[in-house]
T-cell receptor
Framework: AQSVAQPEDQVNVAEGNPLTVKCTYS??????LFWYVQYPNRGLQFLLK??????LVKGSYGFEAEFNKSQTSFHLKKPSALVSDSALYFC??????????FGKGTTLSVSS | GAGVSQTPSNKVTEKGKYVELRCDPI?????LYWYRQSLGQGPEFLIY????????DSGLPNDRFFAVRPEGSVSTLKIQRTERGDSAVYLC????????????FGPGTRLTVL
């Protein structure tokens, strides 16, 4: 079975500092990995995905993610956090080209 | 262009009643997905349509849950004999052709079963 784990329920960072939201995965075969963000009272928004190729993937709103096969990780990063980045972040893996399997989510809180 | 829309945004019903939740995908998207999100959890997959047919319904929890997409566009999720444990936010998503393409989510329907 395929799964992702987000080991941190909450991440706190000061505005202007770099941020990292962690995700590890467990798959049989090639991983197809995604990050989504959920703002209050709004739907999930796609940030970025890794299918194949370059291990550093760039996405929306200045976010990027680093795929690390040896550590089975796909951590989300941003060089300089904004207060407006405060939201709930989900890592997901695509199961056989059908369903997304989501982690439990990590709440990011950026303080000014 | 318009995104995925879902109606109603909120639905309150009594235990044992029947409910229908509607999803309008992005125009031209052939793939449509239903997920369920409980408080403090990530979305959980329910069913996936490719065109009019259910390509994967392995996430439906039991036979009280059923979904249709008769014309390959709008989809309806139907829940019979609702139970309090069915209370959750039901999310719909669509993608251009399925596979590993990104899925675009609607705002969800919050279902409360009293």
């Amino acid at each position: 079975a395929q799964s992702v784990a987000q080991p941190e329920d909450q991440v706190n960072v000061a505005e202007g500092n770099p941020l990292t939201v962690k995700c590890t995965y467990s798959v049989s075969g090639n991983p197809y990995l995604f990050w989504y963000v959920q703002y209050p009272n709004r739907g999930l928004q796609f940030l970025l995905k890794y299918i194949t190729g370059d291990n550093l993937v760039k996405g929306s709103y200045g976010f990027e993610a680093e795929f690390n096969k040896s550590q089975t990780s796909f951590h989300l990063k941003k060089p300089s956090a904004l207060v407006s980045d405060s939201a709930l972040y989900f890592c997901a893996v695509n199961q056989a080209g059908t369903a997304l399997i989501f982690g439990k989510g990590t709440t990011l809180s950026v303080s000014s | 262009g318009a995104g995925v829309s879902q109606t109603p945004s909120n639905k309150v019903t009594e235990k044992g009643k029947y409910v229908e939740l509607r999803c309008d995908p992005i125009s031209g998207h052939t793939a449509l997905y239903w997920y369920r999100q409980s408080l403090g959890q990530g979305p959980e997959f329910l069913i996936y349509f490719q065109g009019t047919g259910a390509a994967d319904d392995s996430g439906l929890p039991n036979d009280r849950f059923f979904a249709v997409r008769p014309e390959g566009s709008v989809s309806t999720l139907k829940i019979q004999r609702t139970e309090r444990g069915d209370s959750a936010v039901y999310l719909c998503a669509s993608s251009a052709s399925g596979g590993y393409n990104e899925q675009f989510f609607g705002p969800g329907t919050r279902l409360t079963v009293l």
